[in-house]
């Protein structure tokens, strides 16, 4: 049972460069999310999608964009890259109906210079 | 705008010490508070946690205090092993809505030495 996957691990872009981060969880859960996580600012939601079909803003959507591919998977996608979205992100998924718990995968970690 | 706040920013401990992390939340309608543990290297995985309905959880070495009225909760870690030393960060959601959107404190990084 692998739970949360993310791909790739790490990744290094130039300023404009553009990139998708790649996730998918065999849980069968209905909400997915991406997190970053910065020093000193804990996790904050970037989007998230409550069920396949549907994806909204969370707190710092800005400069990425998401797409629900079906049920397993959630994509971000950052079509500009700035050095200011250098970040660990998390992918993350969830469903009430099989308990409160949120399951984060590995992360990647996104260095753009 | 910072809805969960976490003290202190980083602890150290004696093998054996009784670290204690603290969060308050500032939204009433958070209604579920985890915590999650998170070591380098890897993504964050919950802990223990509480819901209103209680003052106090226990899962074996730790223990979630909670105070409803002063909106704050605590994390107190039980004889405490050089094993758990991580990041420890706090949050709240509102339970059994369509998702489960977490709002996370800034984290605790928890050095236990030997």
């Known amino acids: 049972n692998a739970g949360v996957t993310q791909t790739p691990k790490f990744q290094v872009l130039k300023t404009g460069q553009s990139m998708t981060l790649q996730c998918a969880q065999d849980?069968?859960?209905?909400?997915m999310y991406w997190y970053r996580q910065d020093p000193g600012m804990g996790l904050r939601l970037i989007y998230y999608?409550?069920?396949?079909?549907t994806t909204d803003k969370g707190e710092v959507p800005n400069g990425y964009n998401v797409s629900r591919l079906n049920k397993r998977e959630f994509s971000l996608r950052l079509e500009s890259a700035a050095p200011s979205q250098t970040s660990v992100y998390f992918c993350?998924?969830?469903?009430w109906g099989r308990g409160p718990e949120a399951f984060f995968g590995q992360g990647t970690r996104l260095t753009v210079v | 705008q910072q809805q969960v706040k976490q003290s202190p920013q980083s602890l150290i401990v004696q093998k054996g010490g009784i670290p204690i992390i603290n969060c308050a939340y500032e939204?009433?309608?958070?209604?579920?508070f985890p915590w999650y543990q998170q070591f380098p290297g890897k993504g964050p995985a919950l802990l223990i946690a509480?819901?209103?309905?209680?003052s106090e959880k226990k899962e074996g070495r730790f223990t979630i205090s909670f105070n409803k009225s002063a909106k704050q909760f605590s994390l107190h870690i039980m004889d405490s092993q050089p094993g758990d030393s991580a990041t420890y960060f706090c949050?709240?959601?509102?339970?059994?809505?369509?998702?489960?959107?977490?709002?996370f404190g800034t984290g605790t990084l928890l050095a236990v030495q030997p």
């Open positions: 993350a998924s969830s469903d």
């Open positions: 939204n009433t309608a958070f209604d579920y």
């Open positions: 509480i819901r209103p309905d209680v």
């Open positions: 949050a709240a959601s509102v339970y059994g809505g369509a998702t489960n959107k977490l709002i």
């Open positions: 849980m069968n859960h209905n909400s």
């Open positions: 999608s409550a069920s396949e079909g």
